[in-house]
C-alpha cells in the first residue's frame, strides 16, 4: 500500500511538472524578447565597462513561433540563440511549482533566489561568450561543456532549495548514527 502511494506521488509529480513545464515554456517564449532588453542591456554595460569593448547597441529580433527563435546580436554582427541560452528558465519555474509542501512564502523565495542565480548565470554566459568570440570559434568545447552544465542547473537548485531542510535532517541523522 506504502509503495504504490508512493509511486502515485510520483506520478502525479511528474503530471504537474509536464503540464507547468508547458505554461512555463509557453510564457517565457512570449516574455522572452523582454527578457533579451534586459539581458542585453546589462551584458551592453559590462562588456564596455568591465572589459573596455566597444559594442554600442544591441538588438533583440524576436522570430518563430512563440518568440522560440529570438536571437540577441551586438552591434548587428554577433548573435546568440536567445531562447536556446536561456531554456533552463522554464524548466526551473515548473520544477519549483509542482513541488508539492512548498508553503506560498517559502516557493516565492525558492522562485525569487534560483531566478536570479539563473539569470546571473545567463548573463555571465553571454558576457564571456561575447568577450572570448574568438578563442571561443577556435576551441568551441568549453562553451559546449559550458551549456551542458546550464541545462542541470534548475535541478541542482531545485534540490537544493526545495529539499534543502530534508537533506540537512538527514545529513544530521546520519552524522548521529555513525558517532554511536
Known sequence: MEETLR?????????????WLIVAFVL?????????HGLGWLALKSLNGIFGMDFSEYSVHPQ??????????????????????????????????ATGGLGLWRRARVILYGSLIIMLGHLMYLVLALRFAQSIQESPEIPTALAEFFMIIPFILWVAFAYWDKIM??????AGEESE
Request: glycine share 6%; net charge positive; hydrophobic share 55%.
Open 7 to 19: 509511486i502515485r506521488g510520483i506520478l502525479f509529480f511528474g503530471l504537474k511538472f509536464i503540464l
Open 64 to 97: 518563430g513561433w512563440l518568440n522560440i527563435d529570438t536571437m540577441l546580436s551586438f552591434d548587428q554582427r554577433l548573435m546568440m540563440p536567445l531562447s536556446m541560452l536561456t531554456k533552463n528558465y522554464p524548466t526551473y519555474l515548473a520544477l519549483i511549482l
Open 28 to 36: 517565457w517564449w512570449w516574455l522572452i524578447p523582454y527578457y533579451g
Open 169 to 174: 535532517a538527514y545529513i544530521s541523522e546520519t
